[in-house]
């Protein structure tokens, strides 16, 4: 066991991965098959939510995910079939976060599903995500009826191309600079993107109108009913600027939080990429919908905790006091939970500012040594998908890590540089 405290080494490290974090310029830049950019795909590749885990060990959403997109890509024609080809060896499953990509929920990523492609401009590091379903019966929920399956098959074969042209037409889009403003309109951009994804849907219009009407209304009709279709911009804008940031010696800054509904995982700046650090996904406290209890929600899940890794979502709920639902509590309890991430953090990002504390940059670069010597935890802003397959979303919240993946990293941390233990 090891009680590491900062020196200045680490200090210098982790100044050094916030000053990092604090000048990516996300951009998205294109829409293609994950099969064909994200790097490792191959055609019996299934990407998931969190840290690895096998097919049996998943959770009942991510299981009927799993079968989803095994419909999906013709690989099954039923669930019973889906699930005797994911047990069958000829599936290889991996974490999207291995994989320079990330996705909400249950995170499932397959060959021909269409995938964002987000371009950090200060350092050419790509992140891949698919589009956002919405919420209820989807897919990266658990859902796999037919209903889902259609809307796998529209946004690979008509929404995908249409959004191509755009983006290429457009020359890219700042991402950045959406997120910023959201900030300001009620948005903390992970359980709340409704003011983002009208200021993307804007961007977007005047091209829309050089497209062909039909296709083009489909596709607004879509993304304006969608209130978290930018989420996941923001995901890969995110993950395109942490994975810049990963592999700074010497630092203890958190470069990845996520969770597949069994175990949740981090990753730190200063060890291997590939160094998973683990606990068990914590149950989300918050409201339910209509029909439905806590009993019926799955663990917390998703690649989406990748958005507080960055400083947003949960870290900036004191922007997006309507969030204060969710908790059961007051636009104060929003501002409090902001207030409380300053504490473990090692610096404030002057790019995304929230204007109901005077204009303070959000907390920056999750310190691994703070959480633990202050045994205070990252809050996360999620949605909750139920326990069992093809449901979907039942109620939203919010969710810690378990203390232990950051007892386990820095421990590791101690360990590979060569610490003395107690």
Request: glycine share 10%; with cysteine; charged share 20%.
């Amino acid at each position: 066991m090891y009680r590491l405290q900062h020196n200045e080494t680490i200090r210098e490290a982790n100044r050094h991965v916030v000053e990092l974090l604090s000048r990516s310029e996300p951009c998205w830049v294109g829409v293609d098959t994950a099969l064909q950019v994200i790097p490792g795909m191959t055609e019996c590749t299934i990407l998931h939510a969190g840290p690895p885990i096998a097919f049996e060990a998943m959770c009942g959403a991510m299981k009927g995910a799993v079968a989803g997109a095994l419909i999906f890509e013709g690989l099954a024609a039923s669930y019973e079939e889906a699930l005797a080809v994911a047990r069958s060896g000829r599936i290889a499953f991996a974490p999207c976060n291995d994989h320079d990509a990330v996705a909400p929920m249950a995170g499932i990523i397959s060959a021909s599903m269409p995938v964002i492609i987000v371009e950090d401009k200060t350092y050419r590091t790509r992140a891949f995500a698919p589009f956002n379903e919405g919420n209820g019966k989807v897919l990266q929920q658990g859902a796999n009826d037919p209903g889902t399956i259609l809307r796998q098959r529209y946004m690979r074969d008509e929404l995908a191309p249409l959004l191509e042209r755009i983006v290429s037409r457009m020359g890219g889009l700042d991402i950045k600079e959406i997120i910023a403003q959201s900030l300001h309109m009620g948005d903390e951009c992970h359980n709340r993107t409704k003011a983002a994804t009208a200021l993307f849907l804007m961007k977007l219009l005047p091209y829309l109108l050089e497209e062909e009407r039909e296709q083009a209304a489909r596709a607004a009709d879509l993304i304006r009913g969608t209130d978290s279709f930018f989420l996941n911009f923001s995901m890969a804008a995110c993950k395109a600027g942490l994975d810049a940031a990963h592999g700074i010696a010497h630092s203890t800054i958190v470069t990845t939080m996520s969770r597949n509904g069994v175990e949740f995982g981090i990753k730190l700046s200063g060890l291997p990429k590939d160094a998973w650090f683990t606990g068990p996904a914590q149950q989300v406290i918050g409201i339910y919908f209509e029909g439905y209890a806590p009993g019926d929600g799955n663990r917390d899940m998703g690649d989406s905790a990748i958005v507080e890794t960055m400083g947003l979502g949960g870290f900036a709920m004191s922007a997006a006091p309507a969030i204060a639902q969710y908790i059961g509590g007051t636009a104060e309890d929003a501002i409090n939970c902001s207030l409380r991430m300053y504490e473990i953090t090692a610096s404030e990002n002057s790019n995304y500012t929230v204007p109901a504390d005077n204009f303070r940059g959000l907390p920056l670069g999750i310190d691994a040594l703070q959480v633990v010597g202050k045994r205070v935890l990252p809050i996360i802003s999620t949605a909750i998908a139920h326990k069992d397959p093809d449901i979907g979303q039942v109620g939203a919240g919010i969710s810690t890590p378990p203390q232990e993946c950051f007892e386990k990293a820095v421990n590791e941390f101690a360990k590979y540089y060569g610490y003395p233990s107690e």
